[in-house]
């Protein structure tokens, strides 16, 4: 193969900088590249290291309402045990809330307790006494009426007053069988289907008042697990909408290694997998287990990929590392497969 002298001094200028051109330097910069990449390819294909961060489970304490913050207990970086206070909202509608449903609640206890005991005797005599009375006012109409009549077949009365009086009689007729029915049921007591029915909205009060406590607890926030306060996201007065996080807690009960597995490792590293995790500024090994490894990559190329394109790609691990617990979160380390 042969070069002009225009491709020389282009070479000249551009690569070595001045320096004489000849096809030896030329074969040896090339070979220079080749072995460059055939060690960057062989480092990337022969290294067994993840690197990653510790890492705690991230607990979001979250608001069920949206009244305003009148206490916060605690402190970003604080220690919490599970049922400690960090922040207490204003409970005043929600205890006025627990209130009416407690009385309605005792309404409902007491309308069941009167149909279970049946009708008192007083409430029979008073029925009693109205069918007596009504039964009267019958006569007394059906006398009326009668007279009305013989009037009126007499030519001595108007038609309309015969209407009123016949009226009154089957007005009185209609009571009598009303109180009739009002005192037969009082002696016959309650039904089950009464019964059924009172105990149901008992039932239904009963749930309303266990509804309204739930509430009034919940505005005195609690840790729902023991561990670390990350951060308190709200002050003092701030009214945060229903459903919003309010602060953070690292769970103390699992401390794990956060990894990213390169693509040429995933098929050895597996659930249950022995990992040896070194922690920065700390000269101890430690040991873990594999406990996950996401099934999707954490970068995906648009495009087909390609031998080139898989080796970018990464999987997210998670390493239990359970004599790691005094160490912060945060912390980087290198996870490496124990030496056989």
Same mark, same amino acid.
Not at 3 to 17: A, D, M, T, V
Not at 83 to 92: A, C, K, S
């Given at each position: ?8 001094? #282009? ?12 096809? #030896?330097? $030329? ?71 627990? +209130? ?7 309404? +409902? ?32 109409? *059906? ?14 009365? #108007? ?14 007729? +209609? ?24 105990? +149901? ?31 308190? $996201? ?7 909408? #229903? ?41 101890? $090994? ?46 980087? *380390? ?7």
């Amino acid at each position: 193969m042969r070069f002009s002298p225009l491709y020389w001094q #282009r070479c000249n200028h551009k690569i070595f900088q001045g320096q004489p051109v000849n096809r #030896r330097n $030329l074969l040896s910069l090339l070979l220079s590249v080749c072995a460059a990449i055939a060690l960057s390819s062989c480092d990337r294909t022969e290294t067994t290291y993840m690197v990653g961060t510790l890492e705690r489970d991230r607990i979001d304490v979250v608001v069920e309402s949206d009244e305003p913050i009148i206490t916060i207990a605690v402190a970003d970086g604080q220690t919490v045990s599970v049922g400690d206070l960090i922040l207490e909202q204003d409970p005043t509608r929600a205890a006025a809330r627990l +209130a009416q449903q407690v009385g309605l609640r005792n309404q +409902a206890a007491a309308r069941l307790a009167e149909l279970q005991r049946g009708p008192r005797v007083e409430s029979i005599r008073e029925a009693r006494a109205k069918l007596e009375a009504s039964r009267v006012e019958e006569v007394n109409a *059906l006398a009326i009426f009668n007279r009305t009549r013989e009037v009126y077949d007499l030519g001595l009365s #108007r038609e309309a007053q015969l209407d009123r009086d016949e009226t009154n009689y089957k007005t009185a007729v +209609a009571k009598v069988k009303a109180d009739s029915e009002a005192l037969d049921r009082l002696l016959h007591g309650t039904t089950i289907e009464e019964l059924d029915q009172a105990e +149901a909205a008992l039932e239904a009060s009963e749930a309303r008042v266990q509804q309204a406590q739930l509430d009034l607890e919940r505005t005195r926030i609690r840790a729902p697990v023991a561990g670390v306060v990350d951060k308190v $996201l709200f002050r003092m007065g701030e009214r945060p909408s #229903r459903g919003t996080t309010i602060a953070v807690v690292l769970d103390s009960s699992r401390v794990f290694a956060r990894v990213y597995v390169p693509e040429h490792l995933r098929a050895r590293v597996t659930p249950g997998k022995e990992i040896d995790v070194k922690i920065d500024g700390v000269d101890d $090994l430690f040991k873990g287990r594999v406990r996950w490894v996401s099934a999707d990559a954490t970068f995906t190329p648009y495009f087909a990929l390609t031998e080139h394109d898989r080796s970018r790609l990464s999987f997210l691990a998670e390493i239990d590392v359970p004599d790691a617990m005094d160490l912060p979160s945060g912390i980087p *380390l290198q996870a490496d497969f124990p030496a056989e």
